[in-house]
């Protein structure tokens, strides 16, 4: 099985930058979707961006631009680059691993984004 731990959440403010690391671990299989969710509260989780073992990216529209995903194969850790922040981008923010029928979740960090 594989274990996915996310780590760079933090307290930001307007325009501000942050990373996101996601950690995985375990045996990763060629064929896996990795992707970064978010949650902020009283709404559902939603997909931020994903990236594929092929290196195909995908984005929310709300975050275009401003976000972009990438991966180290040899740490097997994917980043998420998180630029020019708005207060609505403040939520949990979670790492997902899937391939196959198989998926596992991180814990989630919190980013937020105030002044």
């Known amino acids: 099985q594989v274990q996915v731990v996310e780590s760079g959440g933090g307290l930001v403010q307007p325009g501000g930058s942050l990373r996101l690391s996601c950690a995985a671990s375990g045996s990763i299989f060629r064929g896996y979707v990795m992707g970064w969710y978010r949650q902020a509260p009283e709404k559902q989780r939603e997909l931020v961006a994903s990236?594929?073992?092929?290196?195909?990216?995908n984005y929310a529209d709300s975050v275009k631009g401003r976000f972009t995903i990438s991966r180290d194969n040899a740490k097997n850790t994917v980043y998420l680059q998180m630029n020019s922040l708005k207060p609505e981008d403040t939520a949990v923010y979670y790492c997902?691993?899937?391939?196959?029928?198989?998926?596992?979740w991180g814990q989630g960090t919190q980013v937020t984004v105030s002044s």
């Open positions: 990236i594929t073992s092929g290196g195909s990216r």
């Open positions: 997902h691993y899937a391939v196959g029928t198989f998926g596992s």
